[in-house]
């Protein structure tokens, strides 16, 4: 069977009988096809576009599917630079573990001894030129379920535990992509973890559910993303749960389906609209909360 030495850009013009252009990779070097869709990552501001690399050439889909490399083509000068990684790291390109935000392309390294769960980020900036990691807080071991906030070039995930399966047990993590920063929001006392329900911009406020276990329950969290200063929100009398309740697994019974959340986010006007739920998981009414 023959072994490609390299993938190719290739570039096709609308005017007829032109030339495509070609712009191969270096040798041995290889898109990163153990995805089900090989993505094209642009960067508008720069006109760029990037791919991710690696150093063999797959042919089978792998979860994860793990990159050592960004390659830019300048779609002006119709040049290609490949770009490796700091410290020779590794980064997944399965699922939305890489992707593009405000003229930065990223991806999370993922260890499968750790469940798939990350510990870093890499970062290529698709304007300046520079390649950097972001590493964790020494207070945390791993993040998970990573959402990028584009209006404030930050991404924010869910903060694991050193030797805890309970995801955002340590609070949320907020990596600071301009100022290449990654700072925690910590879990409150009382609460078992966080999970991120939505951001306001213009308040630099960050607003979580946070899910207690005495008493049982949950409760809205507002994070102040500048100074992380925290207000708990006290649930109306008689709520316990906020905008979801969780599954009650039946002995004998296959998992359910986890119930929608009823919950409304208007970053524009800084308002939240969440259902309240009672003891015994029955409705109790709509909350209204303005973010300020």
Known sequence: MHRPESDAFLGFSFAGGAEPIVRPLPEGTFVSSCTPQ????????????????????????????????????????????????????????????ANEMSDYVYGTNADPARQNRSDTIYVRDGVGGSTFRLDLPPEIATFTNITPIPEMTLLVAQA???????????????????????????????????????TFPVTRKLLAR????????????????VTGDLQILPNPEGVAW???????????????????????????????????????????????VRVN
Request: aromatic share 4%.
């Open 242 to 288: 906020v905008g979801q309740v969780p599954n009650v697994p039946t002995p004998g019974q296959p998992p359910q389906p986890q119930p929608p959340a009823l919950q409304q986010f208007s970053p524009r006007s800084n308002a939240v609209h969440v259902m309240g739920y009672r003891a015994n998981r029955q409705p109790a009414g709509m909350i209204l």
């Open 160 to 198: 694991n535990a050193q030797g805890s399966n309970v995801i955002g047990g340590a609070g949320l993590v907020i990596f600071d992509i301009e100022n290449q920063q990654a700072r925690l929001l910590p879990t409150p006392a009382g609460f078992a973890a966080v999970q991120l329900l939505n």
């Open 38 to 97: 090989t993505r094209l990552f642009n960067i508008d501001l720069s006109r760029r576009v990037a791919v991710s690399t690696g150093v063999e050439p797959e042919a089978e889909v792998k979860n994860p599917c793990t990159a050592r490399a960004f390659a830019v083509l300048d779609l002006g000068a119709r040049e290609l630079t490949t770009v490796p990684l700091p410290g020779q790291g590794e980064f997944s390109v399965s699922g939305n573990s």
């Open 210 to 225: 946070g899910t207690r276990t005495d008493p049982v329950g949950s409760q809205l969290l507002l994070y102040d993303m």
